[in-house]
């Protein structure tokens, strides 16, 4: 059974960072293309960041130069790098991963970023 389990999410000063993890199974997660997305309340899900499964990626223009998003093939694992926080990045923040039509979502993880 295909699963996604996002973690690292928590309570962070503005100007800090945080790493997301976002680990897989039950997929050939190397095949899939992996992204973050996040969910602001009152707001819609919008893409932070996202790795081809050939290791391209694109970030929102929001995030670009504070946010990295990588992927660990071997671990079956994806991140999400976020340094110089601000109060807008709070959000849930969830892991995708997708493979033409075949698409699986995490649970997701709470960020907050609050002094």
């Known amino acids: 059974q295909a699963q996604l389990v996002e973690s690292g999410g928590g309570l962070v000063q503005p100007g800090g960072s945080l790493r997301l993890s976002c680990a897989a199974s039950?997929?050939?997660?190397?095949?899939?293309?992996v992204a973050w997305y996040r969910q602001a309340p009152g707001k819609q899900r919008e893409l932070v960041a996202a790795?081809?499964?050939?290791?391209?990626?694109n970030y929102a223009d929001s995030v670009k130069g504070r946010f990295t998003i990588s992927r660990d093939n071997v671990k079956k694992t994806a991140y999400l790098q976020m340094n110089s926080l601000q109060p807008e990045d709070t959000a849930v923040y969830y892991c995708?991963?997708?493979?033409?039509?075949?698409?699986?979502w995490g649970q997701g993880t709470q960020v907050t970023v609050s002094s």
């Open positions: 995708n991963a997708q493979l033409i039509a075949d698409m699986y």
């Open positions: 039950g997929i050939a997660f190397s095949m899939y293309a």
């Open positions: 790795v081809t499964s050939g290791g391209s990626t």
